[in-house]
C-alpha cells in the first residue's frame, strides 16, 4: 500500500520561503512521478510542480516557475518543494501527489502535464500560509 507524507508546512510572510517534503512509502520501483498540487480556499485544486524519478527531470506551473524548486532523495524516495519569494497567492493546502513506475511507454506524460489523472495516490496535505 502507497503512503505519501507531506511535512513542512506553515505560516510566512510575503517574500519568505517554506521546504515542503513528501516521503513515499510503498512504491515497488524507483522510477516513480511524484508532484505538488495546491488548494486556495474557495479555489479547485491546482497543479504546481512535478518531477520524473526516471531522468530526474522536474516541471513547473507557469504561477511558480522561477521561484519553486523540486528536488529528490532516490535513496529515501522523497521529494521536497523549495519555495521562495513567496506571495500571499501561493497560500493553500499543499498536496502531494505519485504515481508508481509503469509498463507503459512514456506513462508519466500525464503526470508531468499536471493531469489529476496523471496521480493514483495522495498525500493529506499541509497548509501553506503566506501573510502579506
Known amino acids: 500500500q502507497v503512503r505519501l507524507a507531506e511535512s513542512g508546512g506553515g505560516s510566512v510572510q510575503t517574500g519568505g520561503s517554506l521546504r515542503l517534503s513528501c516521503a513515499a512509502s510503498?512504491?515497488?520501483?524507483?522510477?516513480?512521478?511524484m508532484g505538488w498540487f495546491r488548494q486556495a480556499p474557495g479555489k479547485e485544486r491546482e497543479w504546481v510542480a512535478a518531477?520524473?524519478?526516471?531522468?530526474?527531470?522536474?516541471y513547473y506551473s507557469d504561477s511558480v516557475k522561477g521561484r519553486f524548486t523540486l528536488t529528490q532523495d532516490y535513496a529515501q524516495n522523497t521529494m521536497a518543494l523549495h519555495m521562495s519569494n513567496l506571495k500571499p497567492e501561493d497560500t493553500g493546502v499543499y498536496y502531494c501527489?505519485?504515481?508508481?513506475?509503469?509498463?507503459?511507454?512514456?506513462?508519466?506524460?500525464?503526470?508531468?502535464?499536471?493531469?489529476?489523472?496523471?496521480?493514483?495516490?495522495w498525500g493529506r496535505g499541509t497548509q501553506v500560509t503566506v501573510s502579506s
Open positions: 501527489a505519485g504515481l508508481g513506475q509503469q509498463s507503459q511507454p512514456l506513462w508519466w506524460w500525464k503526470c508531468i502535464a499536471g493531469r489529476d489523472d496523471g496521480y493514483s495516490d
Open positions: 510503498g512504491y515497488s520501483a524507483s522510477g516513480n512521478c
Open positions: 518531477i520524473y524519478f526516471g531522468d530526474g527531470k522536474s
